[in-house]
């Protein structure tokens, strides 16, 4: 799995738009692989973004979110140049983090 975080941080009309892609499986451990057993349980557990060093969204995920998930987020006072962090922890204790510059 590769757990390279992408994202894409604009200013528009002097407002910023975050758009996040997280590669991930987000497994509910509910659904049956070929053979008939469980497949475990593999989801993005914990969410961060931050917007130069301050926490802008905080959020817990869960099973029920779709494989890799695409969030968006709209900031106010964001500005070319300002920085945007965005890190998750799943269940299993597996971590991405990646930042990007404001465009």
Request: glycine share 10%.
């Amino acid at each position: 799995m590769s757990n390279e975080i992408r994202i894409r941080a604009m200013v528009r009309n002097g407002a910023g738009e975050i758009r996040v892609l997280m590669p991930h499986p987000m497994e509910s451990g509910l659904r049956r692989g070929p053979s008939g057993d469980l497949i475990p349980a593999h989801y993005i557990r914990d969410l961060l973004v931050e917007h130069n060093g301050k926490v802008i969204v905080r959020g817990q995920l869960g099973p029920a979110v779709s494989p890799n998930p695409l969030f968006a987020f709209y900031l106010d006072s964001a500005k070319a140049g300002d920085r945007v962090k965005v890190s998750w922890t799943d269940n299993q204790g597996q971590q991405a983090s990646q930042e990007a510059a404001f465009g």
